[in-house]
């Protein structure tokens, strides 16, 4: 069964704007943490925004930050990640994730926490 379902994606032209959705259910019901992570060719994967259901506590590192936001919705069960300001460099497929520890967004976020869930991705290209 899929826990997580991304969707979103698309071709956009640099400066535009994307937002991308993850539907959560089954066991991703319950998770403490969130966050998105990227993957592109050649390239290490990044989490790119994280949020902790505890304290509600965002997590953006350099490559984003000012750019991206994280954000729940407990009533239609769904993260969304708004992406402003884009750049050819974040090319990338998407992917949602989740787990049902409690932790940091940071944490979750630094790639040394390999989350419980994962979504299918969502391909996001920005060209011009």
């Known amino acids: 069964d899929v826990q997580l379902q991304a969707s979103g994606g698309g071709l956009v032209q640099p400066g535009g704007s994307l937002r991308l959705s993850c539907a959560a259910s089954g066991a991703a019901l319950n998770a403490y943490a969130f966050g998105w992570f990227r993957q592109a060719p050649g390239k290490e994967r990044e989490g790119v925004s994280c949020i902790s259901t505890s304290d509600g506590i965002t997590y953006y590192p350099d490559s984003v930050k000012g750019r991206f936001a994280i954000s729940l919705d407990m009533a239609k069960n769904t993260v969304y990640l708004q992406m402003n300001s884009l750049k050819p460099g974040d090319t990338a497929v998407y992917y949602c994730?989740?787990?049902?520890?409690?932790?940091?967004?940071?944490?979750?976020?630094?790639?040394?926490?390999?989350?419980?869930?994962w979504g299918q991705g969502t391909q996001v290209t920005v060209s011009s």
């Open positions: 994730a989740a787990d049902n520890i409690p932790q940091t967004a940071h944490y979750f976020c630094s790639g040394y926490w390999n989350p419980a869930y």
